[in-house]
């Protein structure tokens, strides 16, 4: 799973990519339902319906492309942290960008939080709707940038304390009970 002394290169679940993209299949399905029962039964059900084949259709295409084309979910290295896990992938960060790293957890999900010193010139790079998803975050009381558990084939402790040993002389890790500093 990690490679090499001067890099981790932590690829998506392949597993994990195939259930979501099973998943969004099902909603696709249940919301094209959905839309055949509008005539009958009205504009709330169509609105329902239609979100969720527009929603879980991008989704289940998010996976299709991860599939067919695999990328690393992240690459962690002497630069700093390529962010690739999620279609909110922020891209690299690098360690003198990087103000915290945390795990933490949300609606009982794990994940890689990680706060850029300055978010705004980070946000600076990244399309509008990425930015407006990343705003939506914090919003939420979350990290800006969340790395989900649920894509890493690795537990969310063990990259980070990976990451610790390969790079705490660049970078430190912050305990469990920093992470309230963020999501005040």
């Known amino acids: 799973m990690f490679s090499d002394r001067n890099e981790l290169v932590i690829p998506a679940s392949r597993a994990k990519l195939v259930g979501l993209l099973l998943g969004s299949a099902g909603f696709v399905l249940a919301g094209a339902w959905m839309l055949t029962l509008a005539p009958t039964e009205g504009a709330v059900i169509a609105t329902i319906g239609l979100a969720s084949v527009v929603f879980f259709g991008l989704c289940g295409g998010y996976a299709i492309r991860r599939l067919v084309r695999p990328e690393p979910a992240v690459v962690i290295n002497g630069e700093g942290i390529l962010d690739n896990a999620s279609a909110l992938g922020v891209g690299l960060i690098r360690w003198e960008e990087i103000a915290e790293l945390q795990e933490y957890e949300f609606q009982r999900q794990t994940f890689l939080g990680i706060v850029p010193k300055d978010l705004d010139r980070l946000l600076a790079n990244q399309p509008a709707w990425k930015r407006s998803a990343i705003r939506a975050n914090l919003a939420l009381g979350t990290a800006p940038i969340n790395i989900p558990q649920v894509v890493l084939p690795v537990r ?29």
């Open 156 to 184: 969310v402790s063990e990259l980070l304390r990976e990451i610790e040993q390969r790079y705490g002389d660049r970078y430190r890790c912050l305990p469990a009970a920093a992470a309230d500093k963020w999501r005040d």
